[in-house]
């Protein structure tokens, strides 16, 4: 199993970057995907997660209407579009399939990649 993220980099606030975690080894079109960040010294966040089906998504308050995930299927790849960056999003961003459990009672682990680091700055 494997989630590879990539888009990260050093950017002046007011701009954008494009993240992307690419995925293999599991069913990626039966996960919920996710994007997390932590920031130094303070604890890892949830940003915003995407449904299997992209039939709904959900965003931390401080990254509404500036951020937005997406997914691929046939890519088996999942998106982070970051806008309007500010210093506040400087940040390690990392990639994440939630785990679940199904109608049988068999549970599917969730997987973490090993993020990307973004800096926002002047």
């Known amino acids: 199993v494997q989630l590879v993220e990539s888009g990260g980099g050093l950017v002046q606030p007011g701009g954008s970057l494009r993240l992307s975690c690419a995925a293999s080894?599991?069913?990626?079109?039966?996960?919920?995907m996710s994007w997390y960040r932590q920031a130094p010294g303070k604890e890892r966040e949830l940003v915003a997660r995407?449904?299997?089906?992209?039939?709904?998504?959900n965003y931390a308050d401080p990254v509404k209407g500036r951020f937005t995930i997406s997914r691929d299927s046939d890519k088996n790849t999942v998106y982070l579009q970051m806008n309007s960056l500010k210093p506040e999003d400087t940040a390690v961003y990392y990639c994440?399939?939630?785990?679940?459990?199904?109608?049988?009672?068999?549970?599917?682990?969730?997987?973490w990649g090993r993020g990307t680091q973004v800096t926002v700055s002047s």
């Open positions: 994440k399939a939630e785990g679940w459990r199904d109608y049988r009672g068999t549970y599917y682990p969730a997987y």
């Open positions: 080894g599991f069913t990626f079109s039966s996960y919920v």
């Open positions: 995407i449904s299997s089906a992209s039939d709904w998504t």
